[in-house]
Antibody, heavy 117, light 110 residues
Framework: EVQLVESGGGLVQPGGSLRLSCAAS????????MHWVRQAPGKGLVWVSR????????SYADSVKGRFTISRDNAKNTLYLQMNSLGAEDTAVYYC??????????WGQGILVTVSS | QSALTQPASVSGSPGQSITISCTGT?????????VSWYQQHPGKAPKLMIY???NRPSGVPDRFSGSKSGNAASLTISGLQAEDEADYYC??????????FGGGTKLTVL
């Protein structure tokens, strides 16, 4: 069974940093591209970033470019999102998801990040 | 990276059919056959319902179908059921090698 479990969320002050993790199981993690998607409270889904299977290619939404870094450790079956210079606009539930030709076929349960003083 | 355009809400009665539109540009929806649709119930993670415009993942009922014409894609749900009430989002690959979502459509089953 495919499972994606996010961790590392919580409350952080404006300007602070946080690293999210997504532990994958039930499939060959190293064979799949992966994505991060976020959803602000009461709002719609917003794509954040994606990484290819070996970590050599990444892309980002304009809203996070230069502040967020996606990475992966295929030996640990884990996806990461390093988030720096956080602002109130980054408050959201963050989901990791597996890629299937740019469709996201499996999603984690989501982890809440709250940016507030 | 402008969001794809979806109607804010649609509604239908049980047994009826509804269609949700998703309008983009030639740089996303119109340029690639990588349009997907997701269903999200309150408090839950999204679920993939349609990929590559019109393909259904295993386990998704054939009441759900997708299509595309030019820069617009559509999700049709036939034989509407109470459990179909949810938010629906389209997404597309883009020419910038990114993914863009629509703003979401709230489906109400009357």
């Amino acid at each position: 069974e495919v499972q994606l479990v996010e961790s590392g969320g919580g409350l952080v002050q404006p300007g602070g940093s946080l690293r999210l993790s997504c532990a994958a199981s039930g499939f060959t993690f190293s064979s799949y591209w992966m994505h991060w998607v976020r959803q602000a409270p009461g709002k719609g889904l917003v794509w954040v970033s994606r990484i290819n299977s070996n970590g050599g290619s990444t892309s980002y939404a304009d809203s996070v470019k230069g502040r967020f870094t996606i990475s992966r450790d295929n030996a640990k079956n884990t996806l990461y999102l390093q988030m720096n210079s956080l602002g109130a606009e980054d408050t959201a539930v963050y989901y990791c998801a597996r890629d299937r030709n740019f469709a996201l076929d499996y999603w984690g349960q989501g982890i809440l990040v709250t940016v507030s003083s | 990276q402008s969001a794809l355009t979806q109607p804010a809400s649609v509604s239908g009665s049980p047994g009826q059919s509804i269609t949700i539109s998703c309008t983009g540009t030639s740089s996303d929806v119109g340029g690639y056959n990588y349009v997907s649709w997701y269903q999200q119930h309150p408090g839950k993670a999204p679920k993939l319902m349609i990929y590559e415009v019109s393909n259904r993942p295993s386990g998704v009922p054939d009441r759900f179908s997708g299509s595309k014409s030019g820069n617009a894609a559509s999700l049709t749900i036939s034989g509407l059921q109470a459990e179909d009430e949810a938010d629906y989002y389209c997404s597309s690959y883009t020419s910038s090698s990114t993914v863009v979502f629509g703003g979401g459509t709230k489906l109400t089953v009357l």
